[in-house]
C-alpha cells in the first residue's frame, strides 16, 4: 500500500477542497432522506478522509467525525482544519488502512468519496475473512 507524501497532501489540501463542497450537500440530502435514525446523534464515518474537508461540512451540520486515511500527511491537514472540532471531541483523525480498519464506533453514515477506492495502489481486494 501506498500513502500521500507530504508534498501531494499539501496540494491535495488546496486544490481539491472544491470537490469536497460540491459533493456534501448531495450527500448530506440523501444522508437525510434516507435516516432511519430519526432522534439519534449524527455520526459520520468518512473512510479515505484525506485533509479532511468532507468532514468540515459535516462538522458544520453537527455530526460527530471519525476519519481515516492511510497519510500521516493528509490527517495532519485534517486535524489541522478541524482543529476545533477535534479538540472538542468531536472529530477524530486516525491513521488507519482502509481495507483493514476496525472500529468499535457505531456510525449514522458513512462516506468514501472521489477516487479512493478506485486507485488499486490504494486498495488491496481482499477475500471476505467469514
Known sequence: MQAYGE???RVYNVRWAAFAMTVAPKLEQLFTENSNSEGLP???LDVCC???QLAN???AKGYTVLGIDLSKHMIQHAI???RMAV???NAVFIVEDATAFHTKQH????TCVYDAMNDQRQLELRPNDN
Open 7 to 9: 508534498s501531494f497532501a
Open 42 to 44: 449524527l455520526s459520520l
Open 50 to 52: 484525506g485533509t479532511g
Open 57 to 59: 461540512y459535516f462538522l
Open 80 to 82: 489541522e482544519n478541524n
Open 87 to 89: 479538540d472538542s471531541g
Open 107 to 110: 456510525a449514522s453514515a458513512a
